[in-house]
């Protein structure tokens, strides 16, 4: 089993559309998570990070589901710049580093 | 201000010979970190480096790899030989702290193709 798993897609979606990407973690003993947007041929890029009760940036909205080891990322009223890969990932537990472990990545494809 | 800095954005090159990229970090960071991506493995963690000392290098797939920070503002991966399947980008980030919560700052990467 993967330590991060995403459904790589890709998702594609009308502008103005809701969308909504899920991950899940294997590791129950991980504290820290994120989601990270990487453009096509760039370098990944912290989106925003995910805390226990939820989060919002925006039309972002980040869940997190310890109970399950679910995070999800909501983007709502979706742009063309949306256009993106959004990795999801999380702290390695083991070792008390700042390891990150990352997932695939799910595509999104903002059509006009 | 400057980001990590990483050169070259490109590499060719045919199998058998090194491959030496090059990182430069976010001035003030204390960690910094390399990481390969591919198609099929996605992002992966080759080494970290502390206060330019090697901390974790279980993620460097053989000894053909190596990584190198001679002072906190420099650090090298160096491939030799170098194979086909090898091609991937490499990218460096950093951060301040080795908080989880920390941000990681990629570098733009080099994509580097083996003959």
């Known amino acids: 089993r993967k330590e991060v798993e995403q459904d790589p897609g890709p998702f594609n979606v009308p502008e103005g559309a809701t969308v909504a990407f899920n991950c899940t973690y294997s590791n129950s003993a991980s504290q820290s998570f994120f989601w990270y947007r990487q453009d096509c041929r760039k370098e990944p890029k912290l989106l925003m990070s995910?805390?226990?009760s939820g989060n919002e940036d925006g039309r972002f909205t980040a869940q997190l589901n310890r109970a399950s080891q679910y995070i999800s990322l909501l983007i709502r009223d979706s742009k063309l710049s949306d256009s993106a890969t959004y990795l999801c990932v999380v702290n390695d537990p083991s070792g008390n580093t700042g390891k990150l472990i990352f997932g695939q990545g799910t595509t999104l494809q903002v059509k006009p | 201000d400057a980001g990590v800095i990483q050169s070259p954005r490109h590499e060719v090159t045919e199998m058998g010979q090194e491959v030496t990229l090059r990182c430069k970090p976010i001035s003030g960071h204390d960690y910094l970190f390399w990481y390969r991506q591919t198609m099929m493995r996605g992002l992966e963690l080759l080494i970290y480096?502390?206060?330019?000392?090697?901390?974790?290098d279980s993620g460097m797939p053989e000894d053909r790899f190596s990584a190198k920070m001679p002072n906190a503002s420099f650090s090298t991966l160096k491939i030799q030989p170098s194979e086909p399947r090898d091609s991937a980008v490499y990218f460096c980030?950093?951060?301040?702290?080795?908080?989880?919560?920390?941000?990681?700052?990629f570098g733009p990467g080099t994509r580097l193709t083996v003959l």
């Open positions: 980030a950093s951060s301040y702290t080795r908080l989880a919560s920390d941000t990681q700052y």
């Open positions: 480096f502390n206060n330019n000392v090697p901390i974790d």
């Open positions: 995910v805390y226990s």
